[in-house]
C-alpha cells in the first residue's frame, strides 16, 4: 500500500488551556478529495496552518509526502498550494502580475511562468480579465484566481480553506467542477474545509466530521451514515392505497425495519437494510395498490444535524 | 584487491555525494537570492507607485529646491562683495553653506530634511505587515516556499534603497547646481563631508522607517500604527526638548550650584538626557559634519581651550567627534528593527 501523503500522528494544538485540535490523526490518500466538515471554530484552520508549517503544534507529528512540516515547512511548502479563506491579492496589480509574482516567490523562471500564468488563466476562465487590477475582481472571481493561484507552484496536494464561502450558487458549482477536473486529469490530491455539506458532499470521495479539535467521524458518505445511525440506516418513503392495519402489521414484521410511520397516503418506513423489494411485494401481495416507492439517502446535512442533535441530547443527560 | 577496490569505489561514492551537496545548497543559495530580490523588486515598485510616496517625495523635492535657491541667492550676495571669492570660498567652506543656510524666508536643506525625513520612514514603514494582514495576502504570501523573514527583510530593503536612491540623488543635483550656480568647486573634504551627510540622513531615516516597521507588527490597524509613530515623532521634535528644558531648570539654577566641577557635571548630565532623542543625535551630528568649526558637543572649560588654535577641524576629526553620535543612532535603528523581526517571526499567521 502507498504510503499517505498527508499523515497526521496525534497532533494536538493547545492554545493557553484549550485545545484547538485534540490528538487528531488522520491520513489522506494521493489522489483524494477529502473534506473536512465541521462548524466554526472546530480548528479546521488551525489543522491546515500546522500542515503547512505556519503553526506549530503542541505536540504530535505532522508529515506532507513524507516531508515534516513542523521541521522543514520551506519544502513542505513547495509541493503544497494553500488556498486561505480570508483570501487577498494586491489590488493594484493585475490578475496575472498577480500570479507572476506567486511566480517568482516560488523561484519559477519567468518564461516558464508566463506560459503557466496564461494556461491557468485560460482554465480559470479568467483570462479576458488577466489585465485588469484584481481590485476590480469580484469575489468568485478572486476565488477563481486563487485556485489559480495555487497550482501556479505545480502542486501535489492543494488545500482549500471555506473555498465557496461568500459565492453565488452557479459560481460555486463551477468552482466545484473545476476542482474535480483538477483531481482528475492532474491527480492532484484535494484537502477541502467546509461547513457547507452539500458542496462537500458534491465532490469528496472522503469525509470527515471535525468537531471541537475532534475528529468524530470519518469515511464515505454511506459510511459515515452507517456509523452515525446504527439503527436505521435507510429510510424509505411509499405512497400506496389503502393503508390498512393489516397491511402495516405485516410490514413491520419484515426483518430490519425499525420503525413504520404513517402520514395519510404515504409512510415512511426506517430500516437497517435495504429491504425495498421485499416492501413492495408484501403491499402488492396484500392488494393495496402501490404509487410509489422511494430511498431516501441520508445526506451530509441530515448526519450532521442528527448528530448533533443526538451530542445535545447527550449533553443533557 | 578486493578491499581496496571495494573502499576506494566508496570513497569515489561520497565524494560525489559531497560535490553534489555543495552543489545543490549553492544552488538553493542562488535561488533564494532571487527569491528575495523578486520581493524587493515589487516592494520598491509598489513604493514607487503609491500616491503617499508619491506626495511625500513631491513635498521634500519642492522645499529641497527652494532651499537651494535661498542658499544660492544668500551666498552669490556674500561673494559679490569680495574680490578673491575662491579663497573665501575654500577658507569657509562655503559649499557646505549650501546645505545649512538660508535668508530666513525657507529653512535650510538640513532643517527640511531632518523634519520630513521621519515622516518619509514613517510613511514607507507603518503599514508594511498589517496592510497585507488586512489585505489577505499574508498568509498567501506565507503559504510560499520562502522563508518567513524574507518578507519583513525585504520590505526594510526596498525602503532602504528607496531613501538610498533619494538621497544621494537629491544630494549630487544639489552640488551640481551649486557648481553651475556658484561657479565654486566643492573641495575633495567638502564632497567627502557631504557623502556622510547623506549617509548619516539615510540612517536617521532607517530609524523612523524601522519605527514604523515595529509598529505595523505590533498594531492590527494601519491607522493606529500611523498615529502611534507620529506622536513619537511629534514627542521626540517638540515636546521632548522643552520637557529636558523644564527640569534642566533647577539642576542649572546657580544658587543650588556651588563648584565649577558641578556646573560641568550638570551641563554634561543635561546634555545627555538630550541625547536620548534620535531627533538631537541627528542634528548633533549634521551641524559637526557640515560646520567643521565645531570643536566639541560638550562643555568646554576656559583651560581647555586656551593654547587652541582656532580653526575648522579636518573631516576624520569631525567624524571621530560624532561617532558615538552615529553609533548611538544605528543601534536603535537596530533594536526596532530585531524587535519588529522577533514579534513578527513568532506571529501567528491568522488575522482573527
Given at each position: 500500500?502507498?504510503?499517505?501523503?498527508?499523515?497526521?500522528?496525534?497532533?494536538?494544538?493547545?492554545?493557553?488551556?484549550?485545545y484547538?485540535v485534540?490528538?487528531?490523526?488522520?491520513?489522506?490518500?494521493?489522489g483524494?478529495?477529502?473534506?473536512?466538515?465541521?462548524?466554526?471554530g472546530?480548528?479546521?484552520?488551525?489543522?491546515?496552518?500546522?500542515?503547512?508549517?505556519l503553526?506549530?503544534?503542541?505536540?504530535?507529528?505532522?508529515?506532507?509526502?513524507?516531508?515534516?512540516?513542523?521541521?522543514?515547512?520551506?519544502?513542505?511548502?513547495?509541493?503544497?498550494?494553500?488556498?486561505?479563506?480570508?483570501?487577498?491579492?494586491?489590488?493594484?496589480?493585475?490578475?496575472?502580475?498577480?500570479?507572476?509574482?506567486?511566480?517568482?516567490?516560488?523561484?519559477?523562471?519567468?518564461?516558464?511562468?508566463?506560459?503557466?500564468?496564461?494556461?491557468?488563466?485560460?482554465?480559470?476562465?479568467?483570462?479576458?480579465?488577466?489585465?485588469?487590477?484584481?481590485?476590480?475582481y469580484?469575489?468568485?472571481?478572486?476565488?477563481?484566481?486563487?485556485?489559480?493561484?495555487?497550482?501556479?507552484?505545480?502542486?501535489?496536494?492543494?488545500?482549500?480553506?471555506?473555498?465557496?464561502?461568500?459565492?453565488?450558487?452557479?459560481?460555486?458549482?463551477?468552482?466545484?467542477?473545476?476542482?474535480?477536473?483538477?483531481?482528475?486529469?492532474?491527480?492532484?490530491?484535494?484537502?477541502l474545509?467546509?461547513?457547507?455539506?452539500?458542496q462537500?458532499?458534491?465532490?469528496?470521495?472522503?469525509?470527515?466530521?471535525?468537531?471541537?479539535?475532534?475528529?468524530?467521524?470519518?469515511?464515505t458518505?454511506?459510511?459515515?451514515?452507517?456509523?452515525?445511525?446504527?439503527?436505521?440506516?435507510?429510510?424509505?418513503?411509499?405512497?400506496?392505497?389503502?393503508?390498512?392495519?393489516?397491511?402495516?402489521?405485516?410490514?413491520?414484521?419484515i426483518?430490519?425495519?425499525?420503525?413504520?410511520?404513517?402520514?395519510?397516503?404515504?409512510?415512511?418506513?426506517?430500516?437497517?437494510?435495504?429491504?425495498?423489494?421485499?416492501?413492495?411485494?408484501?403491499?402488492?401481495?396484500?392488494?393495496?395498490?402501490?404509487?410509489?416507492?422511494?430511498?431516501?439517502?441520508?445526506?451530509?446535512?441530515?448526519?450532521?444535524?442528527?448528530?448533533?442533535?443526538?451530542?445535545?441530547?447527550?449533553?443533557?443527560? | 584487491?578486493?578491499?581496496?577496490?571495494?573502499?576506494s569505489?566508496?570513497?569515489?561514492?561520497?565524494?560525489?555525494?559531497?560535490?553534489?551537496?555543495?552543489?545543490?545548497?549553492?544552488?538553493?543559495?542562488?535561488?533564494?537570492?532571487?527569491?528575495?530580490?523578486?520581493?524587493?523588486?515589487?516592494?520598491?515598485?509598489?513604493?514607487?507607485?503609491?500616491?503617499?510616496?508619491?506626495?511625500?517625495?513631491?513635498?521634500?523635492?519642492?522645499?529641497?529646491?527652494?532651499?537651494l535657491?535661498?542658499?544660492?541667492?544668500?551666498?552669490?550676495?556674500?561673494?559679490?562683495?569680495?574680490?578673491?571669492?575662491e579663497?573665501?570660498?575654500?577658507?569657509?567652506?562655503?559649499?557646505?553653506?549650501?546645505?545649512?543656510?538660508?535668508?530666513?524666508?525657507?529653512?535650510?536643506?538640513?532643517?527640511?530634511?531632518?523634519?520630513?525625513?521621519?515622516?518619509?520612514?514613517?510613511?514607507?514603514?507603518?503599514?508594511?505587515?498589517?496592510?497585507?494582514?488586512?489585505?489577505?495576502?499574508?498568509?498567501?504570501?506565507?503559504?510560499?516556499?520562502?522563508?518567513?523573514?524574507?518578507?519583513?527583510?525585504?520590505?526594510?530593503?526596498?525602503?532602504?534603497?528607496?531613501?538610498?536612491?533619494?538621497?544621494?540623488?537629491?544630494?549630487?543635483?544639489?552640488?551640481?547646481?551649486?557648481?553651475?550656480?556658484?561657479?565654486?568647486?566643492?573641495?575633495?573634504?567638502?564632497?567627502?563631508?557631504?557623502?556622510?551627510?547623506?549617509?548619516?540622513?539615510?540612517?536617521?531615516?532607517?530609524?523612523?522607517?524601522?519605527?514604523?516597521?515595529?509598529?505595523?507588527?505590533?498594531?492590527?490597524?494601519?491607522?493606529?500604527?500611523?498615529?502611534?509613530?507620529?506622536?513619537?515623532?511629534?514627542?521626540?521634535?517638540?515636546?521632548?526638548?522643552?520637557?529636558?528644558?523644564?527640569?534642566?531648570?533647577?539642576?542649572?539654577?546657580?544658587?543650588?550650584?556651588?563648584s565649577?566641577?558641578?556646573?560641568?557635571?550638570?551641563?554634561?548630565?543635561?546634555?545627555?538626557?538630550?541625547?536620548?532623542?534620535?531627533?538631537?543625535?541627528?542634528?548633533?551630528?549634521?551641524?559637526?559634519?557640515?560646520?567643521?568649526?565645531?570643536r566639541?558637543?560638550?562643555?568646554?572649560?576656559?583651560?581647555?581651550?586656551?593654547?587652541?588654535?582656532?580653526?575648522p577641524?579636518?573631516?576624520?576629526?569631525?567624524?571621530?567627534?560624532?561617532?558615538?553620535?552615529?553609533?548611538?543612532?544605528?543601534?536603535?535603528?537596530?533594536?526596532?528593527?530585531?524587535?519588529?523581526?522577533?514579534?513578527?517571526?513568532?506571529q501567528?499567521?491568522?488575522?482573527?
Amino acid at each position: 500500500m502507498p504510503r499517505p501523503i498527508i499523515e497526521l500522528d496525534k497532533v494536538t494544538k493547545k492554545y493557553d488551556d484549550q485545545y484547538a485540535v485534540d490528538h487528531l490523526t488522520l491520513s489522506i490518500k494521493k489522489g483524494e478529495i477529502f473534506g473536512l466538515l465541521g462548524p466554526n471554530g472546530a480548528g479546521k484552520t488551525t489543522t491546515i496552518l500546522m500542515l503547512l508549517g505556519l503553526s506549530e503544534p503542541t505536540s504530535g507529528r505532522v508529515r506532507v509526502d513524507g516531508i515534516d512540516s513542523t521541521r522543514n515547512p520551506i519544502e513542505v511548502k513547495k509541493e503544497v498550494g494553500y488556498l486561505p479563506d480570508d483570501l487577498g491579492f494586491y489590488q493594484h496589480m493585475t490578475g496575472f502580475e498577480n500570479l507572476m509574482y506567486t511566480a517568482a516567490l516560488n523561484g519559477i523562471p519567468e518564461r516558464i511562468a508566463k506560459e503557466r500564468a496564461k494556461d491557468l488563466l485560460e482554465k480559470v476562465n479568467l483570462l479576458d480579465v488577466a489585465d485588469k487590477k484584481t481590485g476590480k475582481y469580484s469575489r468568485g472571481m478572486r476565488q477563481r484566481l486563487g485556485l489559480a493561484d495555487v497550482l501556479m507552484k505545480d502542486p501535489k496536494v492543494i488545500i482549500l480553506d471555506e473555498p465557496t464561502l461568500g459565492i453565488d450558487p452557479e459560481g460555486v458549482r463551477e468552482f466545484l467542477q473545476l476542482i474535480r477536473r483538477l483531481n482528475v486529469e492532474e491527480h492532484i490530491t484535494v484537502l477541502l474545509s467546509s461547513h457547507h455539506l452539500h458542496q462537500v458532499q458534491q465532490i469528496c470521495d472522503r469525509v470527515g466530521i471535525f468537531v471541537n479539535g475532534k475528529l468524530l467521524a470519518e469515511g464515505t458518505t454511506e459510511s459515515l451514515s452507517k456509523q452515525l445511525f446504527l439503527q436505521d440506516t435507510y429510510h424509505i418513503h411509499v405512497s400506496a392505497s389503502p393503508l390498512s392495519e393489516e397491511l402495516v402489521q405485516k410490514l413491520e414484521a419484515i426483518p430490519n425495519v425499525n420503525k413504520v410511520e404513517i402520514d395519510q397516503h404515504s409512510m415512511n418506513l426506517y430500516c437497517k437494510e435495504d429491504v425495498s423489494a421485499t416492501i413492495s411485494k408484501v403491499i402488492v401481495e396484500s392488494g393495496a395498490s402501490l404509487y410509489g416507492i422511494r430511498k431516501k439517502n441520508y445526506g451530509l446535512d441530515e448526519i450532521y444535524h442528527r448528530y448533533f442533535e443526538g451530542r445535545e441530547a447527550d449533553g443533557n443527560q | 584487491m578486493e578491499i581496496s577496490k571495494i573502499s576506494s569505489s566508496v570513497k569515489r561514492w561520497f565524494r560525489t555525494k559531497e560535490e553534489n551537496e555543495t552543489n545543490t545548497s549553492k544552488k538553493n543559495e542562488s535561488v533564494g537570492n532571487r527569491v528575495f530580490f523578486a520581493i524587493v523588486r515589487k516592494e520598491f515598485a509598489d513604493y514607487l507607485t503609491s500616491w503617499r510616496i508619491i506626495i511625500l517625495l513631491a513635498i521634500i523635492l519642492l522645499t529641497c529646491f527652494g532651499s537651494l535657491y535661498t542658499a544660492v541667492t544668500t551666498i552669490k550676495d556674500a561673494i559679490e562683495g569680495s574680490n578673491d571669492a575662491e579663497e573665501i570660498a575654500k577658507q569657509s567652506y562655503l559649499f557646505l553653506k549650501l546645505f545649512t543656510v538660508s535668508d530666513g524666508t525657507l529653512p535650510s536643506f538640513v532643517t527640511f530634511v531632518g523634519f520630513l525625513g521621519p515622516l518619509l520612514g514613517i510613511a514607507l514603514g507603518f503599514d508594511a505587515i498589517n496592510s497585507e494582514r488586512n489585505r489577505g495576502t499574508l498568509s498567501r504570501l506565507l503559504s510560499q516556499p520562502i522563508p518567513r523573514d524574507y518578507v519583513i527583510n525585504g520590505k526594510f530593503v526596498a525602503a532602504l534603497l528607496l531613501n538610498l536612491v533619494l538621497f544621494y540623488a537629491l544630494g549630487l543635483i544639489f552640488m551640481a547646481l551649486g557648481i553651475l550656480i556658484i561657479g565654486i568647486p566643492p573641495t575633495f573634504e567638502e564632497f567627502f563631508r557631504i557623502l556622510f551627510f547623506l549617509l548619516l540622513i539615510i540612517v536617521y531615516i532607517a530609524f523612523w522607517l524601522n519605527l514604523g516597521i515595529l509598529f505595523s507588527v505590533v498594531f492590527r490597524q494601519a491607522a493606529t500604527s500611523a498615529l502611534s509613530s507620529i506622536a513619537i515623532w511629534l514627542f521626540f521634535s517638540v515636546f521632548y526638548s522643552m520637557i529636558i528644558e523644564l527640569i534642566s531648570k533647577p539642576i542649572l539654577s546657580s544658587s543650588s550650584i556651588t563648584s565649577v566641577e558641578q556646573l560641568i557635571n550638570r551641563q554634561e548630565f543635561v546634555l545627555n538626557l538630550m541625547r536620548l532623542s534620535p531627533n538631537y543625535l541627528f542634528s548633533e551630528s549634521t551641524t559637526t559634519l557640515l560646520s567643521p568649526t565645531v570643536r566639541s558637543l560638550g562643555v568646554l572649560t576656559v583651560e581647555q581651550t586656551t593654547g587652541a588654535v582656532a580653526g575648522p577641524l579636518p573631516f576624520g576629526q569631525s567624524l571621530l567627534l560624532i561617532w558615538p553620535q552615529i553609533t548611538g543612532l544605528i543601534a536603535v535603528t537596530m533594536i526596532c528593527f530585531t524587535i519588529a523581526y522577533i514579534l513578527f517571526m513568532r506571529q501567528e499567521i491568522r488575522a482573527h
